[in-house]
């Protein structure tokens, strides 16, 4: 398959080399602004090329970003770095090495909490955004669920052992996936090493240096960065139907924050929409359709 992307790195204030899929709009097309992709906690940009080749059509450039410590970004020496706040400084070194005084951020999961760090620290930033189920609550069992296997030690793997495995911690929050949709699951989330064997492409001090209590006490804190960011922005809640992070109540109480924000949910979803679903594309694209 032909890389429908160029490879852009900058550096972070603290010297880390860092990394983005740099999708440009498509050609005969005008520009309409930047996009910049914000991933989960052990995902990477390549989680964002079905949505970018979307946005890109219609003239956005897409920037979709390896969280430190991920893929094609250099590990922090510091994993204490490892953290909303350092991720949100990133993304302010990502524009300002592109030259850009405003983007429109999609974050997922933790490139939720990214985003409404972001508008804390630098709302005029943020032209619009879109939340992808993740908000300022998560259920303490949602967060015990995933501790069970993130940052876990894996043995080296095939790409139909990789696949099996994403399918087993998966498989509820995507039950229409087919054999193809997990073994693409796999190659975005694993790396292939010089032995053609598969490993998780993160450092595992992301997931340890991730404290359930901490958001637990940052809850307030969390709800004045939403609603910052609604009043600042327009905004897209997103929520997969068979969500567990992100409760139906907090998601219609984030959307209620402002009369510029609203809400999707994508049905037979969990954590997390993959964004290139109808409902959660054409609500992204009629939230375009809004910023100047």
């Given at each position: 398959m032909t890389q429908s992307y160029d490879d852009l790195y900058w550096n972070s204030s603290d010297?880390?080399?860092?990394?983005?899929?740099?999708?440009?709009?498509?050609?005969?097309?005008?520009?309409?602004?930047?996009?910049?992709?914000?991933?989960?906690?052990?995902?990477?940009?390549?989680?964002f090329d079905a949505l970018a080749q979307?946005?890109?059509?219609?003239?956005?450039?897409?920037?979709?970003?390896?969280?430190?410590?991920?893929?094609?970004?250099?590990?922090?020496?510091d994993p204490s770095s490892y953290n909303p706040r350092v991720y949100a400084d990133d993304m302010v070194a990502l524009l300002r090495?592109?030259?850009?005084?405003?983007?429109?951020?999609?974050?997922?999961?933790?490139?939720?909490?990214?985003?409404?760090?972001?508008?804390?620290?630098?709302?005029?930033?943020?032209?619009?955004?879109?939340?992808?189920?993740?908000?300022?609550?998560?259920?303490?069992?949602?967060?015990?669920?995933?501790?069970?296997?993130?940052?876990?030690?894996?043995?080296?793997?095939?790409l139909e052992q990789?696949?099996?495995?994403?399918?087993?911690?998966?498989?509820?929050?995507?039950?229409?996936?087919?054999?193809?949709?997990?073994?693409?699951?796999?190659?975005?989330?694993?790396r292939q090493r010089d032995d053609g064997l598969l490993e998780l492409d993160y450092d595992p001090a992301v997931i340890r240096t991730t404290r359930p209590w901490v958001l637990w006490l940052l809850r307030p804190v969390l709800w004045r960065a939403v609603r910052t960011l609604t009043r600042?922005?327009?905004?897209?809640?997103?929520?997969?139907?068979?969500?567990?992070?992100?409760?139906?109540?907090?998601?219609q109480r984030m959307a209620a924050t402002s009369p510029t924000a609203s809400l999707v949910e994508v049905p037979e979803v969990g954590h997390a929409p993959t964004l290139a679903e109808p409902e959660a594309r054409d609500a992204i694209l009629a939230l375009l359709g809004r910023v100047q």
């Open positions: 010297g880390l080399r860092l990394h983005a899929r740099d999708h440009a709009p498509a050609a005969g097309q005008s520009p309409r602004g930047t996009v910049v992709c914000i991933p989960g906690l052990t995902r990477n940009a390549a989680d979307e946005l890109t059509a219609i003239g956005w450039r897409v920037l979709a970003v390896d969280l430190r410590g991920r893929a094609g970004s250099a590990r922090a020496t090495s592109q030259g850009i005084d405003k983007a429109v951020f999609i974050g997922t999961s933790l490139g939720v909490l990214v985003t409404v760090t972001l508008a804390a620290r630098a709302p005029q930033l943020i032209a619009a955004a879109v939340l992808n189920d993740a908000g300022p609550q998560v259920p303490r069992a949602a967060l015990a669920r995933i501790g069970k296997y993130a940052g876990k030690t894996l043995p080296p793997m095939t990789a696949a099996t495995y994403a399918e087993s911690i998966g498989k509820a929050a995507f039950p229409r996936f087919n054999a193809d949709d997990w073994r693409a699951m796999a190659t975005r989330s694993f600042h922005a327009p905004v897209l809640v997103v929520r997969g139907a068979l969500s567990d992070i992100l409760p139906p109540e907090i998601a």
